[in-house]
Each structure stands twice: as C-alpha cells, then as structure tokens.
C-alpha cells in the first residue's frame, strides 16, 4: 500500500475523528456538569448540518457566514433547551434524564423524517470538488476546514475550562455539586452555559460536516451512539479523555476500513468500550475530574 | 378475595373472546393488529419485569428479540430443524446472552449499564447488517418455511394469530407467576432499598440475573415466531423502533405494574393504527408524550393510581391530606 | 463456660491511610443488651458496617456461633443471623408495613426458589406464618392500625420503630441498631426502650449504637465504648458511667476533671 493512499486514510480519519470529538466533548460536558446523557445529542449535529444546507441552498450564504449562523443558532437552541427541559430535571434522578432525552430524539429524529423524508442532501458549494495536496495525497478542501474548525473549537474549549473563571466553576460543579454551591457557584448558570457549549459544538459540528457527507435526519442517529461509547472510553465526564478517544477511533476507523471487513470497522467502538469497562471502567483516563 | 376472582374471571373471559376472534372474523387487518399486540405484549412485559419490578433501564431487550429471531431462523433454514426446537434454542441462545451481559455490566454504574445494553442491541444489529456469510447482510432471509408445531401447520393468517397469542399468554403468565411471588416481591424490594434488601438476607445480584435471563429468553422466543410470521428475517427485526415502542408502553402503564403496562400495550397498539399515523408521526407522538409523563407523570398510569392510594391512606392516618 | 454468640478480633478499616477502626476486638455473649458508645468519629458505624458485610475490612476475623463472617457479603451475614438497622432510617415507601415485614422473613425460612415460583405447600404455610408473626411484631411496635398502609405514610419515629421490627421478622441471633432514637422526641424515646426490652426478651440479642448516652447507660448491660477508632472502656454502666477516659473522650480532659472535681460523675 503506497504512502499517498495511507496518508488520504489518516486524513480522513482526522477529519472523521473531529466530528467525533466535537460531538463527544458535548456530550461529556453535559453529562460532567449535569449528569444527564442527552440521547438527542447527534440530532443538533443533524439539525445543524440541515440548518447549513438551507443556509447555503434557500439564503445562498457563503461558506464562513453559515458556519458562523448555524454555530449562534446551535447556542440559542442550547440555552432554549436546557430552559425549557433540562433545568425541570436537576436532581431529578438518572431514568427520567434519559427518557426525556430519548423522548427528544425521537420527536426531532421523527419530526424530521416526516417534514424533510430520508432520502439524503447534498450541499454543493463552489469549493465541493476543490482539493488540497499534502504529503503526496489530495484530500478536499472542504474537509481540511472542517479540520481546522475542529482543532480551532476544540482549542477554544479547553482554554474556556481551564482559563477562564466560568469554565473552572464548570469542572467545579463537576467535581462535587455541593461544594460548588456553597462557595457561591450557581450550578444553574454553569448548567446552562455547558449545554449551551455543548449543543453549540454540535450544531458546528453539523455545519462543517455538511458540505463533506449527506445530509439527512438519521445522520445524528449514526454518531451518538458511538459517541456514548467514546465517552466511556475516555472516562465519563472527562471532556478531554472523550477528545482523545474521539480523534483516535476515528484514525482507526478510518485506517482499519482500508484493509479490514466492514462489521470489524463498525463494531470497533463498541468492542473498545466492552474491553475498556472489563479492564478499566472507570475510562482510560478516569472519570473527569470526579474522583 | 372476591375482587381477585373477579378480576380472574374477567381476564378469562376476555382471553376466550380474544381467541375466538379468527372464528368470527376474516379480516387480515385486524389479525395483524393481534399478533401486533400479542408480540408487542411479551416484549413489554419482559422490559416491565427487567426496569419496572428490578429497576434495571436496559436497552437490550431488542438485541434480544432479534437473536432469537435469527438462531431460529438459521436453524430452520440452516439445519432444517423443526419449529419448536428452534425457537426455543433461540431462547436459549438469548437467555445466554442475557446471563453474560448482566453478569458482566450489573457491577457497573446506572449510566454504564444502560449505555453497554444499548450497545450491545446495536452491535447485534451491525452484526446482522454486515457478517454477510452468516446472516445474508441486509437482505436477510427469505421465505423462511412454514413453522409446524405437531401437526399443526402453521400457515394462515389465523393460525398465526392463535399462536403468537398462545404464545404471548404463557409468556405473561410465567412473567405473572414470578411478579407475584415472593421473588417478585424480593425484586421489587431491592429496587426500592437496595441496602434495606441486603440487610435482610435478600442477594441483589442473583434476583436482577434472574430477571435479565428470563425476560431475555421470553423475549427472544417471542422473535423467533415473529418472524415466522413475516417469513422474512432482517436486521430491522433489531431496528430501534422496537426499544421505542415498548418503553413508552412500559412508562405509560406505570413500571412494575402488571396489568397496566399490558392495557398501555393495547391502547398503543391500536390507537395509532385506528388514526392512521404513518410511523415518523407515530413515533413523534411517543416522543412527546415520553417527554410529557417524564415531567409530568413519571410513575405512569399505574403510579397514579398509587399515588392516589397513598393519599388515600394518609387521609384515613392523619384526617387530611399532608 | 459457654462460647460468646459474637467474637470480633482485630478489626481494622482504613480509609486513605487514615485508621477508621483500629484493631477493635471483643465478645458478647448471647442474652444481653450491648451498648456501643463513643464520640463522633469514633469508628462506631464503620465497625457496624464491617461486621454487617457493608463494608469490606482490612484486617479482622468474627464469627457468629462459630461461623466466620468476615468478608462475605451483606445478604450472606444476614442470612447467618445478624440483622441491623440503619442510621437514615431505611423502609420500602411504596409496600404496606405487613408487606415490609414479611419481605424481611423471606429468606429465613428455607424456602427455595422453584417453592417460591409454584407455591407448594411448605411455602404457603411460611407465608402464613410471617404474616402472623408480622401482626404480632406490628402490634409489639404499636402500628398493626397501620398494617396495611404503605409505609410512605408512617412519621418519623413511626419509621424507626417499623425498621426495629423489621429486623426482629427473622427471629436473628444478634440484631445491631443504629442509633435507633436519634432525632425522636422523649415519648418516642420511652416507647423505643420498652420496644427493645420486649425483643431482647423475646430471646435476641442486641448491640446497640448511640450518641444518646443516657439512652443507653438505662438500658444496655453493658457498654462498649470507642474512640478514634480504638476500645477505651468495656464493662458495666456504673462504671462506665465514672470512667476519666470516657469522660475525657467527650468532654475533653479540662472537661472530664471539672466533671469528676464536682462529683457529678
């Protein structure tokens, strides 16, 4: 096998690998500050791929604008959701979390199916068939952005964890609820921020991705169950654990398909995650920031 | 004691005039919409005794039904064995699959348990779709044979209907008999007090296996004459629809009680049909009405009901409603 | 000289380094009623949790009538005979109280499961009889008005003497409650030692956890008392009553001496 097909294989995977990732660290973030897994997750990266397409097909948006509307857009939904429905559930218990997330994706999933139908999308824009040469392979420039994209968000999220005062009350209220409230953080305002981060990166996602793959309702559908494992690889709240996994399944994913059997390929996350709970379940680099 | 001979009464009379249903009747419609509701009738009550009396949100039931669909289907086809052997090696290939997965993800936290059983029902689902040698990929496996049971053929659409309503009756017996055992009522116990449950000699572990492996061999039996009935198995027998349908017949008829979980199972089965709703629609509906009774209802009808008897009794104990 | 019902011998658990209970050994004999003392901190509920199976120890043997129970897990030590009771008193909410009581009888009398699932005979005769004794404790406990509630409805102190009853279905060996009148009014006080004597009379015996020190001063034989997870006193109340150590371990030693100094001891 030549180095110029290898190198397209790692590229892919890079850029498959960053949609995980930034579907992932959401989902982590929710679950770290909330402790909800929010089934309906992948359905914002869907919701966001279709706001893109429309953006570009219907209002003819250049490239950056609908990056740019789409991501304002995912944070508005954000903040709607967790007003509407994820704050009613603090302390409310793990099951009904769950259900009411799952209730989510299914109404959206659904609702999509009916108003838009399966059959997928293509966003064609005038870069769709610009290619980009590095190390002897060509690789589109469409997925060399999305790429960018990712690694600029993924940058963004770390400095806001680390460095900014909020994103240090986010692993806080992580780390122990308690605790967080009574040094005067208010777990509602650092609960609705990392939903609003969360569905944001989502939705990014989802508008980067658009130009790359089809666009269809049950493209969020395909991801968030890997995500959920990817999550646990990475150790259940640990956003930067998540990343890692995330970046490294889809290098896999991506180099295995070149010479492995499908099934092989699509089962690696989860017979990642199995090994992973069977040898250490608390996730490869530990559950977040919770001890 | 006589509302429970009432109550036993009733159902027996009702299971009569269900069974004489295909003696009065042609229509194929509404056949269907009885086999529809017989199956779906196991699967609930397997998912009813595995989240509502043990308290275990599992996502593996669909996993499940489709493994036992598949082994019985491939024995048919495969080894030419007949119906009943191969159904009931589907059972027990599930209930196998129920006792590794329990075994080996009861230890883990609530989070992990519920996303490793929904792993494994899409895992089986992948596997269907893409070990092509085995299962003939997507296409899956069609005009499977005429299931005989005896020398009884079961071939017309009355035949299916009396069987998998046979069927879905000794299932939900069985589901019956333990529920309201004392194992049943150890089951619940552990749900609502872990701790308290220990202390009192009662082993968490062993009762919420038994639970899995049973609602999983039920389950997967119930796939496997299931798709008899289609003629064809595929890997949407694993489609997520299923997990869908029978949680929210399960949350709307209350976990942990019996007979509302199967009145919710009807309801749901016919309703939708009666008004026509094509399945995104359906499926939407259920979304928003799992929304609403997990902010609004979370017990379900039957925890209602509860409810209300609570209130009941702390008017008797106190002269008012606290 | 008859073997004790309960031997501990060095019982130890660590948490990050740090001795909860350290190297705790004694014995009690059956028959009486033993009072568990000792100031916060003092290692008493974790040496409850350990014995009980709750907990794994890091070090430590006990045996029950000869039995060793060390490291088997809770369900495993109440099936041997020891029961206990929980500090957050612990009921089943949604199950009536006869339901509560006999769902904590069913595992002692030896029915297994296919008995269970089928209900043959031997069964049913239990079935009846833990609902007779369960009456027979309710109405000990004064609640067999409330037999049939759920027991979501039951107060308090109506909660705790429920959890005491609960303990006694199985007619255990030894029944360990933890801090059974914490957070009960002085009527409810009264009520509960008369509710303990009558278990203790009717042939089981009992270890009893508490801060109410008055409590148990009245009503124990004898008095255990820890601190920082060490035995610094085990005898009678008169004595204990008057020990410097034990008066030191709560009130500090200035304390204990101006105790002692005014004779108040």
Redesign the interface.
């Known amino acids: 096998m030549d180095a110029a097909f290898f190198v397209q294989l790692l590229l892919n995977g890079l850029v498959l690998g960053v949609i995980y990732a930034l579907i992932a660290m959401g989902l982590s973030l929710i679950f770290g500050v909330l402790e909800i897994i929010n089934f309906a997750h992948g359905e914002f990266y869907m919701l966001g791929a279709m706001a893109a397409y429309f953006a570009v097909e219907r209002v003819h948006l250049g490239y950056w604008a609908t990056i740019v509307a789409v991501t304002i857009g995912a944070l508005c939904v954000g903040w709607v959701l967790y007003e509407a429905l994820l704050a009613r559930l603090a302390g409310s218990g793990f099951e009904r979390s769950i259900l009411v997330t799952l209730g989510l994706s299914m109404v959206l999933q659904n609702g999509a199916v009916f108003l838009f139908t399966t059959t997928p999308k293509m966003l064609q824009t005038a870069d769709t068939y610009s290619n980009v040469t590095i190390g002897g392979a060509r690789i589109a420039l469409l997925r060399v952005l999305a790429l960018g994209i990712g690694v600029v968000a993924y940058a963004g999220l770390h400095l806001m964890l680390h460095r900014t005062q909020v994103g240090r009350a986010m692993r806080g209220v992580a780390q122990n609820r308690d605790a967080a409230l009574m040094v005067g953080i208010d777990p509602r305002a650092v609960s609705r921020l990392a939903v609003v981060v969360g569905i944001g990166l989502s939705g990014l996602a989802g508008a980067a991705l658009a130009p790359v793959y089809a666009v269809h309702p049950l493209m969020g559908f395909a991801f968030v169950f890997k995500a959920f494992a990817i999550i646990i690889i990475g150790g259940l709240g640990n956003v930067s654990g998540a990343a890692v996994a995330a970046l490294a399944l889809g290098v896999l994913e991506s180099v295995m398909g070149g010479f492995l059997p499908q099934v092989v390929v699509d089962a690696l996350s989860f017979g990642a995650m199995i090994l992973v709970l069977l040898v250490r379940p608390q996730g490869l680099f530990g559950r977040g920031v919770r001890v | 004691m006589s509302r429970s001979t009432g109550l036993a009464t009733a159902s027996a009379l009702l299971l009569v005039a269900l069974f004489a249903v295909p003696l009065v009747t042609r229509n194929e419609y509404l056949l269907a919409l009885g086999v529809s509701f017989a199956t779906f009738a196991v699967l609930s009550s397997g998912l009813n005794l595995v989240y509502g009396y043990s308290g275990l949100l599992s996502f593996a039931q669909v996993g499940f039904f489709g493994l036992g669909a598949y082994t019985a289907a491939l024995l048919m086809t495969e080894l030419q064995w007949s119906a009943l052997p191969a159904v009931v090696a589907g059972g027990a290939l599930a209930a196998v699959a129920g006792l590794v997965i329990g075994y080996s993800s009861l230890r883990l936290s609530r989070h992990a348990f519920a996303i490793v059983t929904l792993s494994f029902a899409l895992l089986c689902g992948i596997v269907a779709r893409d070990w092509v040698s085995l299962t003939r990929g997507s296409m899956g496996i069609p005009g499977l044979p005429v299931p005989t049971v005896g020398a009884w053929r079961i071939a017309r659409p009355a035949d299916f209907y009396w069987l998998l309503l046979g069927y879905s009756v000794l299932a939900n017996t069985i589901i019956y008999a333990l529920v309201t055992s004392r194992i049943g009522r150890a089951m619940r116990a552990i749900k609502l007090n872990e701790a308290l449950a220990q202390s009192q000699g009662l082993d968490p572990l062993a009762h919420r296996l038994l639970a899995v492996t049973l609602s999983a061999s039920l389950t997967g039996m119930a796939g496997g004459w299931f798709v008899f009935y289609l003629t064809i198995v595929d890997p949407s027998v694993f489609d997520f629809y299923y997990t869908e349908t029978m949680l929210i017949m399960v949350i709307l008829g209350g976990p942990g009680h019996f007979w509302g979980v199967l009145v919710s199972c009807a309801v749901l089965t016919v309703v939708p049909d009666l008004l026509r709703f094509t399945t995104d629609l359906r499926m939407v509906l259920y979304g928003a009405v799992l929304i609403v009774a997990m902010l609004v209802l979370p017990g379900g009808i039957g925890g209602w009901l509860d409810r209300r008897r609570v209130e009941r009794w702390r008017r008797i104990a106190y002269g008012s409603p606290r | 000289m008859t073997a004790p019902l309960l031997e501990v011998r060095g019982l130890t658990k660590r948490y990050l380094g740090v001795a909860a209970v350290d190297d705790v050994s004694f014995a009690i004999d059956a028959g009486g009623i033993v009072g568990l003392i000792g100031p916060n901190g003092s290692g008493k509920s974790t040496t409850i949790d350990c014995l009980?199976?709750?907990q794994r120890a890091d070090a430590g043997h006990w045996a029950l009538d000869g039995k060793p129970l060390a490291g088997r897990?809770?369900?495993?030590v109440?099936?041997a005979g020891l029961?206990?009771?929980?500090q957050t008193v612990?009921?089943?909410?949604?199950?009536s109280l006869i339901?509560n009581l006999?769902?904590?009888a069913?595992?002692?009398d030896g029915?297994d499961?296919w008995q269970?699932?089928?209900?043959t005979e031997p069964?049913r005769t239990h079935?009846a009889a833990s609902r007779a004794r369960a009456l027979e404790l309710l109405t000990t406990v004064g609640l067999e008005r409330?037999a049939d509630?759920?027991a979501?409805?039951l107060s308090y102190g109506q909660r705790k003497l429920l959890a005491l009853a609960?303990c006694m279905?199985?007619r255990p060996r030894l029944a360990i409650f933890d801090e059974p009148v914490a957070g009960v009014n002085p009527t409810m006080i009264r009520r509960i030692e008369s509710v303990v004597r009558a278990f203790n009379a009717s042939g089981t015996t009992l270890v009893i956890v508490e801060h109410n020190v008055d409590f148990i001063l009245n009503l124990c034989d004898r008095v255990i008392v820890l601190e920082s997870g060490r035995t610094i006193a085990d005898g009678a109340p008169a004595l204990i009553r008057s020990d410097p150590r034990v008066l030191a371990a709560y009130l500090g030693r200035s304390g204990a001496a101006a105790m002692l100094a005014r004779g108040q001891a």
């Open positions: 009980s199976g709750f897990p809770a369900h495993a109440a099936r029961t206990r009771s929980f612990r009921a089943y909410d949604e199950l339901e006999r769902v904590a069913q595992q002692s029915a499961w269970a699932l089928l209900r069964l079935e409330y509630a759920p979501a409805v609960a279905m199985s």
